[in-house]
């Protein structure tokens, strides 16, 4: 590969990539993978949307959303907070502390498993969810746990080359494989998702053999007990975050079902957030990668260091969801006639990103002093927020008011998290603080004017692309300040 990369890349430019920081060139590969998984899912999505009717494409992403929701309660997702910041914490003896994580994880599953079978009747009346469906749910649920811990622990120690390949690879086998199988077994929900999910099983099966002796576990009581009052005590609040954190993004799928009744809605919806998904998939490639570099920045007291990186992000941020919400009708082209009253949606949605890129600045500081609880209350109060506004919005102004909420709920969010970080900031006697707050919510403001102004003439060709110009122009202007910008990372 690197023979091959020599040849085709003038010396030059490969001298000048190698010459970046390992954290940097981490940041560059997981944000290309992200977004050739992203633009792999692009590709099938109309494919699968001429495969499939409304009704049926809407029933695919009501699955998927109870998919997601399951998992939570299923692995208590140990793989994320709990393990990433287990690595600093037990960084001399990550194997049994990764190994215990599994075996947490795995009794959870068979836990949930079993009380899915006892209250089958009513789960499945309400999510359509089989029984027959939940038990490929809970195998995926079980090899999935090693698969991430890997994948994590690769991106905490910048190792990003197998982490990109296999990602990649498996992502092209459970996009492309199904639509075989949706010609031989049928165009339906069902046969499009568990075909996805045994690829998946496939992939992830070797990292969860790999785990299997669990013998490591036991033959050292106390200290597995201590992992598991570790992971329980930290991950614990962040459970009821995750699931108020789905709820706040599948909700609204679910309630368009419910009190719209027709699944071609959740179709549309689902379809226009998939597309602002693009810019969810951007910010958290780099926030993976930068969050490792965070917790080690706060472990020194770099605080100036996390400050200055922040304020460059969130400009960075803005402006490619700023671009990415002129261009969108364009991009919309690609789906059948039916599927263009999305479009509708797409703006309060993308705008909305925004916010919960926003909201992740501050909940990485109330994680690294071990404040989860914080981020648990915040969780629960906007997704219950949600709730209420989605159920007297969709009753007022049909699915579009869906958008709106969410919009309103991830702007509310960020703000009561950024209030809760200077609280945790302050009782751990941080002496500066890791954000500044003038920059970030100024910007902030900017970013809800230019939203309302794209709002109003989202039907104009003309005003998108003369505002996509004056971005463009803005960029040529302050190139020497961005560049100093690039720079400053780098230097990272």
Known sequence: ???????????????????????????????????????????????????????????????????????????????????????????????????????????????????????????????????????????????????NCWLNKKRFEYDYKAAVIVTILMALVSNLAPMITIQIFGATAYVKVISTLVIQIIFCLPFWIKHLNFANVFRNKARTINYIKYALRFQGPLVFHSLSYYVLNQSDRIMIEKFSGS?????????????????????????????????????????????????VLVILVGAVIVMFMLLLPEVFLIFPDSYQEGLKVAPPVTIGVYFLFLYTLFVDVESYYGKTEYIAYVSTFCALLNIGLNYIGIKMFGYIACAYTTLICYAIMSFMHFVFMQITCKKAHVEESPVDAKSIWGFSLIMLAVFGITNVFYDSIIVRYLMVAGIIAAVIIFRKKIISSWKMIRSK
């Not at 390992?22 to 992203?38: D, I, S, Y």
């Not at 998939?274 to 990668?289: D, G, T």
């Open 1 to 147: 590969m690197v023979k091959i990369a020599e040849r085709i890349i003038p010396r030059k430019i490969l001298d000048k990539y190698r010459s970046f920081p390992v954290t940097l060139r981490a940041a560059f590969w997981f944000t290309v993978c992200n977004f050739v998984l992203k633009g792999i899912s692009f590709i099938c999505m109309p494919i699968y949307a001429s495969f499939l009717s409304e009704e049926e494409y809407g029933t695919m992403s009501l699955i998927t959303s109870y998919e997601l929701i399951f998992n939570i309660f299923a692995t208590f997702e140990l793989y994320l907070g709990a393990y990433q910041r287990g690595l600093l914490k037990y960084k001399d003896d990550t194997k049994n502390f990764e190994q215990t994580i599994v075996f947490i994880s795995n009794i959870l599953t068979v836990i949930c498993f079993f009380i899915f079978m006892l209250l089958s009747k009513p789960i499945s009346g309400f999510t359509g969810v089989t029984t027959a469906l939940y038990s490929i749910f809970s195998v995926y649920f079980l090899v999935y746990t090693p698969y």
């Open 263 to 311: 699944k071609a809605d959740v179709a549309f919806y689902s379809v226009a957030y998939s597309f602002a998904s693009v810019i969810i998939i951007f910010q958290n490639s780099l926030n993976q990668v930068l969050k490792p570099w965070r917790f080690q920045k706060l472990d020194k007291k770099g605080y100036k260091d996390v400050r200055d990186i922040s304020n």
